[in-house]
T-cell receptor
Framework: DTAVSQTPKYLVTQMGNDKSIKCEQNLGHDTMYWYKQDSKKFLKIMFSYNNKELIINETVPNRFSPKSPDKAHLNLHINSLELGDSAVYFCASSQEPQSGNTIYFGEGSWLTVV | KQEVTQIPAALSVPEGENLVLNCSFT??????LQWFRQDPGKGLTSLLL?????REQTSGRLNASLDKSSGRSTLYIAASQPGDSATYLC?????????????FGQGTTLQVKP
């Protein structure tokens, strides 16, 4: 069973559209994250939630809105998509202490805005 | 501001060689440091995690060291195999808790030739 799963894996959409990427973890972790990997392969945190509460919000346009309905899910909604939003978006989760603070990543969602 | 740098950006070695990947960080106030592997088109897999109080961790042919005072970590891969070909990412969890930001280096892309 996949520990951190995100859907869709691939998404091609037009500029101006609104889209969502869903993430679920079955590890019982309290903390979930969204990371963005750009064309240069640089991974950067966008958001972090702990027990459904936002604890890290990097300088991300407010077109990006994370939603955590429960601690096993952290969805990313993007409004008015722009060409520069094209990237790979990774969901991740972690828990202290039983996972040894290891962070587990999903397989990524490849977003292409045309 | 914490910055993580990995050298070299790319490395190509013949099968069987031992090799060292380097990671440096600018701020020694880290909670832990983690090494990941990323295969093309895939997510990240955690390889080793070193807590700030530890000096090294080993898993199979992999050994990671941490020198917090000098802001350095190395990943040693013994007897490299073609299956080790991937991008290796170093990440530091900044701050004093497990919910701090994970800041990534840009990775070292390793190719092991048969």
């Amino acid at each position: 069973d996949t520990a951190v799963s995100q859907t869709p894996k691939y998404l091609v959409t037009q500029m101006g559209n609104d889209k969502s990427i869903k993430c679920e973890q079955n590890l019982g972790h309290d903390t979930m994250y969204w990371y963005k990997q750009d064309s240069k392969k640089f991974l950067k945190i966008m958001f972090s939630y702990n027990n459904k509460e936002l604890i890290i919000n990097e300088t991300v346009p407010n077109r990006f809105s994370p939603k955590s309905p429960d601690k096993a899910h952290l969805n990313l909604h993007i409004n008015s998509l722009e060409l520069g939003d094209s990237a790979v978006y990774f969901c991740a989760s972690s828990q202290e202490p039983q996972s040894g603070n290891t962070i587990y990543f999903g397989e990524g969602s490849w977003l292409t805005v045309v | 501001k914490q910055e993580v740098t990995q050298i070299p950006a790319a490395l190509s070695v013949p099968e069987g060689e031992n090799l060292v990947l380097n990671c440096s960080f600018t701020d020694s106030a880290i909670y832990n440091l983690q090494w990941f592997r990323q295969d093309p088109g895939k997510g990240l897999t955690s390889l080793l995690l070193i807590q700030s109080s530890q000096r090294e961790q080993t898993s199979g042919r992999l050994n990671a060291s941490l020198d917090k005072s000098s802001g350095r970590s190395t990943l040693y891969i013994a007897a490299s195999q073609p299956g080790d070909s991937a991008t290796y990412l170093c990440a530091v969890r900044h701050g004093s808790s497990n919910t701090g930001k994970l800041i990534f280096g840009q990775g070292t892309t390793l190719q092991v030739k048969p």
